[in-house]
């Protein structure tokens, strides 16, 4: 029983240290994107991941592990990957790192509302009760009709639709494949697809920013491998919710760096989203 409640405790500082490495993943990402194209951030810095993974599967032995079961599945999840991390990297562009990581983690929504059509699991009424919850979280951080609205706060929404449907794509592929499979073969695609912008005009690197690169790269790896570890450790209902704690380090984060702080809507709204997302996790 000890044991248990040691990996549970585990399981919870590593979601809660994996939200504060993907915060810092995002920062990075806004920071590179300042400067160099968006299909230059992308490339190198999953290039700079990819390489993570392959030295672990190396360290690991696990090269098994990375055989494709299910191809259709893969290329669409790829496809939809690729797709939430040029939706991400535009909003972070447009937008305050905190007001963008409240927004996208409304995602267990949209997972939750199209988990019955493609996952074929029963949603419960307490479950719509969140998703309306979450909805209107959603609602108070844009404020549409207001003068406060901006049309760049609809392309944090389509990040959340898009990064939802690859959570659908996740789970109904890692009945057949492994984490790392999904996580090495989407990786290759986004590099292939990034480096087709290289005739629109890449930049050449600097010492300081292909150093910047490499940390991107080592960061976004070590955030997904992180949470992974932290789910596999602990229970997901008591492990995931630490997950949002990315809103804070991020609310931080861009304070810090870019002396940004999210006004008052935009934290209401963030404490709605993290209530009906807690909820979520917690009846499932």
Not at 57 to 77: C, E, K, P, Q, T
Not at 92 to 105: G, Q, S
Not at 228 to 242: K, M, N, Q, Y
Request: hydrophobic share 60%; net charge positive.
């Amino acid at each position: 029983m000890a044991l248990l409640k040691s990996d549970a405790t585990k399981g919870i500082c590593i979601m809660t240290l994996g939200a504060g490495v993907l915060s810092m993943n995002d920062a990075a990402t806004k920071y590179l994107a300042e400067s160099y194209p968006m299909g230059q951030v992308l490339g190198l810095r999953q290039l700079a991941a990819l390489l993570m993974i392959i030295v672990y599967v190396w360290w690991s032995d696990s090269w098994r592990d990375l055989r494709i079961n299910n191809r259709s599945g893969h290329a669409w999840r790829a496809a939809i990957h690729v797709a939430s991390a040029v939706v991400i990297i535009w909003a972070l562009t447009l937008l305050p790192i905190a007001t963008v990581t409240a927004i996208v983690f409304s995602s267990p929504i949209v997972v939750l509302v199209f988990s019955m059509r493609f996952v074929g699991e029963h949603v419960s009424w307490q479950h719509w009760v969140a998703v309306i919850f979450g909805f209107g979280g959603v609602l108070v951080i844009i404020r549409p009709g207001s003068v406060n609205f901006e049309w760049a706060l609809l392309v944090a929404v389509a990040a959340a639709f898009v990064s939802g449907f690859r959570d659908l794509m996740t789970r109904r592929l890692s009945r057949t494949d492994t984490s790392i499979s999904m996580l090495f073969w989407a990786s290759i695609l986004l590099i292939i697809v990034s480096f087709l912008t290289l005739p629109l005009g890449w930049k050449p690197l600097t010492l300081a920013s292909s150093f910047w690169f490499i940390v991107n790269g080592l960061l976004n790896a070590g955030a997904h491998f992180l949470m992974i570890e932290a789910l596999r450790l602990g229970d997901a209902a008591l492990v995931s919710p630490f997950r949002y704690t990315a809103i804070l380090w991020a609310t931080l984060t861009g304070f810090l760096v870019w002396h940004e702080f999210p006004d008052t809507p935009t934290m209401i709204g963030a404490a709605m989203l993290i209530v009906s997302g807690v909820m979520i996790i917690r009846r499932q």
